[in-house]
T-cell receptor
C-alpha cells in the first residue's frame, strides 16, 4: 500500500522567513503533484513534477523531486500572508496521470 | 484552462434521503473522473474511479451500493449518496484529466459540502 507522508502537518511562520515542506512516499513513482487548498475550497494545482531531479518554481514557491530518495520538497521563500493555506503533495503510483494518493497536508499559517 | 464544475456546492439533507452530485468537465473530454472524500482537516481519500461507459471502480472499504456512480458521457459523472446518514457528511471533490494530455495535472471541481441531519 502506497503511503505518502508530509511534514510538518502544521506550520506557523513569520512573513519574510523561509521554510521547506517535505513529502516522502513509499513506492517508486516518477510523478508527483503539489496542490494548494484554501479553507472550504477545492484544490489548485501548483506543480507537476515528472522526473527525477525536476525542479519548478513559481513566485515564492519552489518544488523539487528526488525519485531515488522518494522525496519531494516545497520550499517557501520570504513568505507572505497570502501563502497561508493547506498544501498537499500527491503521488501517482501508476505513472499514468490518473488516480492520486495524497499526503496528509501541511497547514501553513503566515503571520504578518 | 481546463475547468471542472461541481454541483451543488453544498447540500443539507435528512437522514435516509439520497443526494446526487454532478461533476462536469466544461471544456475538455474526460474518459475517467475520480471522486474523493475529505473529512474536516484531513486529506483527500479516493473513493472511486468513474469510467465513461462502464462500471466504476471502487476503493477498498467504499460501498458501491451506497455511493452510486454514473459516467454517462465524456463530460459528466454523477455521484449519488443513497440513504444518507450523518456519518456521510463530508466534502466530496471530483477530478478529471484532459483526455489527450498525458502529463497534465488533474483538475479538481470546487467540491460539494454534504451535511446530513
Amino acid at each position: 500500500e502506497l503511503k505518502v507522508e508530509q511534514n510538518p502537518l502544521f506550520l506557523s511562520m513569520q512573513e519574510g522567513k523561509n521554510y521547506t515542506i517535505y513529502c516522502n512516499y513509499s513506492t517508486t513513482s516518477d510523478r508527483l503533484y503539489w496542490y494548494r487548498q484554501d479553507p472550504g475550497k477545492s484544490l489548485e494545482s501548483l506543480f507537476v513534477l515528472l522526473s527525477n531531479g525536476a525542479v519548478k518554481q513559481e513566485g515564492r514557491l519552489m518544488a523539487s523531486l528526488d525519485t531515488k530518495a522518494r522525496l519531494s520538497t516545497l520550499h517557501i521563500t520570504a513568505a507572505v500572508h497570502d501563502l497561508s493555506a493547506t498544501y498537499f503533495c500527491a503521488v501517482d503510483p501508476n505513472n499514468a496521470g490518473n488516480m492520486l494518493t495524497f499526503g496528509g497536508g501541511t497547514r501553513l499559517m503566515v503571520k504578518p | 484552462g481546463a475547468v471542472v464544475s461541481q454541483h451543488p456546492s453544498w447540500v443539507i439533507c435528512k437522514s435516509g434521503t439520497s443526494v446526487k452530485i454532478e461533476c462536469r468537465s466544461l471544456d475538455f473530454q474526460a474518459t475517467t473522473m475520480f471522486w474523493y472524500r475529505q473529512f474536516p482537516k484531513q486529506s483527500l481519500m479516493l473513493m472511486a474511479t468513474s469510467n465513461e461507459g462502464s462500471k466504476a471502480t471502487y476503493e477498498q472499504g467504499v460501498e458501491k451500493d451506497k455511493f452510486l456512480i454514473n459516467h454517462a458521457s465524456l463530460t459528466l459523472s454523477t455521484l449519488t449518496v443513497t440513504s444518507a446518514h450523518p456519518e456521510d457528511s463530508s466534502f466530496y471533490i471530483c477530478s478529471a484529466r484532459e483526455r489527450r494530455r498525458g502529463n497534465s495535472p488533474l483538475h479538481f471541481g470546487n467540491g460539494t459540502r454534504l451535511t446530513v441531519t
